[in-house]
């Protein structure tokens, strides 16, 4: 049984949950321990008393427990990234190189620690100094989704940790194995008890007691618009500084002057892989008349060959979706797309494989409209549809037609075109003849409109949230 971590204590949840494999649901990955709101109080008490001392204990300490945890999550990323693979569900190779994103994100942010700075400013008034300084915020809740289950808690952890604050952490209910085994990791890095908490269990009991705490000075969240905009009321009510990564419908623009081969690849890997579950997955293919027909035989033809199995399985390039009812909306959402009137030309099936699991065939649309449900909303699987436009100009308004703004790309051998495609599509981030998904470690991650809400994740700018400013005026 994996136990909740609490002021430095290994304790007993409430309840218990099972945790089974979407590939083989016959395997149960892990029995872990459910925590109440009380534990979360507890973990937040903790987390308020230890702050200070993390923070007093200065910034090299800091920077060697970051990377004493990065060095041992890279050197387990074999083992661990099994363990991903066998709770999400997203294919072995994908798994293991989530892991070592998080490993190398824990050493980034240990170099970050020791590169805190602040700002001396003249003032404009004769024999005073100003100086910008830079503080930990307090207490952080980090709050996390199931499609990323070691990657994002890294993301928000290790800055969190680097900057001085302390943590209260609660992942995903389907997959807390992978935040379990980090947690554990960070349980031996040498923290005061209670700088770091882990309490799993449900997002309406501990996200709720989170969201309401006015211990808890920020709250860091990836996942649906809905919870990010029930925690703008409940936690942005009481001014909480906010960081909310949520929803996307991702273009991808394809111009007839597109190396073919190359914006194929970019369709099928942005939209399909990692099951498309990614909040960065391409789902609107915007692809220009002229080259329409052969772009659609290209990518149905990449999906009829992809091999969708277990995700431990070596072959297998498509896992199975996370859970029975992702399943069933992906496939409602087959059917809604079917009514609205476009044409289903690829997959969309539920398949079934050796084992039990929430297996589909990734499914490709054509004749949609950009104000088709299916084009509109996001539907988090692997299910994307083709938008055929007249020209350049057609295609970026298409692409910017969404009330999403996180991640766009566009295929095209024109300077002139790609170049104007990046200042103008309403995106936080804008891929050139690359995927849609899959980012850097090091630099900003975030979008516009509703796809996020605060400052920038990762890179550098990941200090404007886990820091707060302070102006001293000192007079000698
Ligand atoms: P998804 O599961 O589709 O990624 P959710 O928004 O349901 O998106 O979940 C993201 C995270 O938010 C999970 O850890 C979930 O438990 C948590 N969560 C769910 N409801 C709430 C809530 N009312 N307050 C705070 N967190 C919540």
Redesign the pocket.
């Known amino acids: 049984m994996h136990k909740n971590f609490i002021d430095g204590v290994w304790c007993e949840g409430q309840t218990v949950r099972e945790n089974l494999s979407p590939s083989d649901l016959t395997d149960r990955v892990g029995l872990y321990a459910q925590a109440d709101a009380q534990d979360t109080r507890n973990a937040i008490e903790a987390a308020a008393a230890a702050q200070p001392l993390w923070s007093a204990g200065g910034s090299q300490r800091r920077a060697e427990a970051l990377d004493l945890i990065g060095q041992e999550i890279l050197a387990r990323r074999e083992e661990l990234g099994r363990l991903l693979a066998r709770e999400e569900g997203k294919v072995l190779a994908e798994a293991i190189a989530e892991v070592g994103r998080a490993g190398h994100i824990f050493k980034f942010f240990a170099g970050e620690a020791l590169r805190v700075s602040g700002e001396h400013i003249e003032s404009v008034r004769p024999g005073i100094d100003v100086d910008v300084l830079r503080q930990p915020v307090g207490v952080v809740g980090i709050?996390?989704?199931?499609?990323f289950p070691i990657a994002i808690p890294a993301w928000k952890i290790a800055p969190a940790l680097a900057y001085g604050n302390a943590v209260v952490f609660?992942?995903?209910?389907?997959v807390p194995g992978s935040a379990w085994a980090l947690a554990e990791i960070i349980s031996r890095a040498g923290l005061p008890p209670g700088t770091f908490n882990l309490v799993m269990?449900?997002?309406?009991v501990?996200?709720?007691a989170?969201?309401e705490s006015t211990q808890v000075r920020a709250i860091s969240?990836?996942?649906?618009?809905?919870?990010?905009q029930?925690?703008m009321r409940?936690a942005g009510q009481r001014f909480a500084k906010l960081q909310l990564e949520?929803g996307g419908k991702n273009p991808l623009v394809v111009l007839a002057d597109a190396n073919l081969e190359q914006a194929v690849e970019c369709a099928v890997q942005g939209a399909y892989f990692s099951t498309g579950q990614r909040c960065t997955a391409s789902s609107r293919f915007i692809v220009e008349k002229a080259i329409h027909g052969h772009f659609v035989e290209a990518v149905s033809e990449r999906l009829a060959g992809l091999r969708v199995g277990h995700a431990l399985q070596v072959d297998s390039q498509i896992g199975p979706v996370a859970d029975m009812s992702?399943l069933s909306q992906n496939l409602d959402y087959v059917d809604i797309g079917q009514r609205e009137g476009a044409v289903l030309v690829q997959g969309g099936q539920a398949l079934t494989r050796d084992t039990e699991g929430y297996y589909m065939s990734p499914a490709l649309f054509t004749d949609t409209q950009s104000n088709m449900r299916i084009a509109q909303e996001e539907i988090?699987g692997p299910v994307a549809c083709v938008i055929a436009v007249d020209d350049y100009e057609h295609a970026l308004e298409i692409a910017n037609d969404t009330p999403f703004g996180l991640s766009a790309g566009i295929c095209t051998t024109s300077l002139k075109h790609a170049t104007h495609y990046k200042r103008h599509v309403q995106s936080g981030m804008v891929m050139v003849n690359t995927p849609t998904a899959g980012v850097d470690y090091h630099v900003p991650f975030g979008g516009t409109k509703a796809s996020s809400h605060g400052s920038r994740e990762q890179g550098r700018h990941a200090i404007e949230f886990f820091t707060s400013v302070k102006t001293a005026y000192t007079q000698a």
Request: hydrophobic share 35%; aromatic share 10%; proline share 6%.
């Open positions: 709050i996390t989704p199931w499609n609660k992942p995903a209910d389907l269990g449900r997002g309406s501990i996200g709720e989170l969201a969240f990836t996942g649906s618009t809905a919870t990010g029930r925690l409940t949520m992702q988090f």
